[in-house]
């Protein structure tokens, strides 16, 4: 019962990772972040994995999945640092997020819970001819604190999702080694007793 309710939650778990990253990932692609954009990417590859391992009784691929969720972990709590601009960390470097491709911040900076953006006429002469030079304001929750709580929920789930996983391996594993157990007694060619006979055979010699 415990194994099935570890591995029903686990389930779960890999649906809501799933359903928060492409959320995710939708904002980050309005917001043109290619950098969370690849890491989205290769997390719904792996927590796709992970789901059907835990469907299928796959431990190898629930190892991986919890060892990406690791570095997973490690990436989000990256992306709080940068927002909140922890250590020599900024969050208006272009490099880090966007690969130094394009200017553009993230999609709630102009989006936010009501933020009024204002175009700001003339643009100053170093701003690019492509782009438009604003101004935002009243915002109710700033930008930075949003991508904050996202990342703040992929840590929450990922490290539910790493603990349920690891309990559902080890699960499997004892599963399979009692399995081991039952059956070796064929491996080594078990036979039971057998009957003796109490005749006993006696020559015969025929005569020419």
Same mark, same amino acid.
């Given at each position: 019962m415990g194994y099935c309710n570890g591995r029903c939650t686990l389930i779960?778990?890999?649906g809501m990772q799933l359903v928060c990253v492409l959320e995710r990932q939708i904002f980050d692609f309005l917001g043109y972040q290619w950098a969370p954009i690849l890491a989205n990417f290769v997390h719904i590859i792996i927590v796709i994995l992970g789901l %059907?391992?835990?469907?299928? $009784?796959?431990?190898?691929?629930?190892?991986?999945?919890?060892?990406? @969720?690791? &570095?997973?972990?490690?990436?989000?709590? %990256?992306?709080?640092?940068? $927002?909140?601009?922890a250590g020599d960390l900024s969050k208006e470097t272009d @490099?880090? &997020?966007?690969?130094?491709?394009?200017?553009?911040?993230?999609?709630?900076?102009?989006?936010?819970?009501?933020?009024?953006?204002?175009?700001?006429?003339?643009?100053?002469?170093?701003?690019?001819?492509?782009?438009?030079y604003i101004t935002v304001s009243g915002c109710l929750l700033e930008?930075?604190?949003?991508?904050?709580?996202?990342?703040?929920?992929?840590?929450?789930?990922?490290?539910?999702g790493f603990v349920y996983a690891c309990y559902v391996v080890k699960c499997i594993t004892e599963e399979e080694?009692?399995?081991?157990?039952?059956?070796?007694?064929?491996?080594?060619?078990?036979?039971?007793p057998q009957k003796t006979s109490h005749l006993q055979l006696q020559p015969m010699y025929m005569s020419k």
């Open positions: 779960f778990i890999c %059907f391992g835990t469907i299928q $009784y796959r431990p190898r691929y629930i190892k991986g999945y919890a060892v990406w @969720l690791v &570095l997973w972990v490690t990436w989000n709590v %990256f992306v709080i640092c940068f $927002y909140l601009e @490099l880090i &997020l966007t690969f130094n491709i394009s200017m553009h911040r993230s999609w709630w900076m102009e989006n936010g819970p009501g933020c009024t953006v204002t175009s700001v006429t003339p643009a100053p002469d170093w701003a690019p001819e492509d782009h438009r930008y930075q604190y949003i991508e904050v709580a996202h990342s703040a929920l992929q840590i929450v789930l990922a490290l539910a080694d009692s399995f081991d157990f039952i059956g070796g007694f064929d491996s080594y060619g078990y036979q039971g």
